[in-house]
């Protein structure tokens, strides 16, 4: 073992303070440079959607639901919607762990982590047979750690321009931390 007297003490000290530091930014860099960092400007063509803070640009050829939570296109059978839950984003992220969603039979496509307005968000692709046709289902989860929201569209896999409209509009989203929304008792 080497041993360091005087001032080569003092010299490796300052190396290995030097290094941990470099090293310290280099890890923390690493995980901002892991979250693809997105800023959506809220439009006039931005519409909320019911019972949430969600607003989206809704997809071209795509009418509201009748139930005003979200977006269907009726040629197609593709569908978008979003829910709002006064529970952290973890809890969500948590809970739709790769096991879990393999467990209900998804193929995973796509999982990535955003950064949308300064907020955490989570991407989820996935691939899944629905009456005898391959499904694709599109979920972005944002919030923080007191409330998120989750936008979930479907859309046949045999109507590809359908699902581009989707993934653009699901991307549009503007989360107003600031709006109120009347929280629904749940049905019993």
Request: charged content about 25%.
């Amino acid at each position: 073992m080497v041993r360091f007297t005087g001032k080569w003490k003092y010299l490796f000290k300052e190396c290995m303070k030097s290094f941990s530091i470099t090293l310290g930014c280099i890890l923390a860099s690493t995980v901002v440079w892991a979250q693809t960092i997105l800023n959506t400007a809220f439009t006039a063509d931005h519409r909320l959607i019911r019972d949430t803070k969600v607003f989206i640009i809704p997809p071209p050829g795509f009418r509201l639901n009748s139930n005003s939570i979200g977006y269907a296109n009726n040629e197609t059978g593709a569908h978008v919607a979003a829910i709002q839950s006064d529970k952290p984003l973890r809890s969500i992220r948590e809970h739709l762990s790769e096991e879990y969603l393999r467990g209900k039979h998804y193929r995973i496509v796509e999982i990535k982590r955003y950064r949308i307005n300064r907020m955490p968000a989570v991407w989820y692709e996935l691939e899944t047979e629905f009456y005898d046709r391959t499904t694709t289902k599109y979920i972005l989860i944002i919030g923080n750690r007191k409330e998120h929201a989750m936008i979930e569209a479907y859309c046949p896999k045999e109507y590809p321009l359908a699902g581009i409209a989707l993934r653009r509009s699901i991307f549009s989203v503007y989360y107003d931390l600031d709006s109120t929304y009347i929280k629904r008792p749940d049905p019993q």
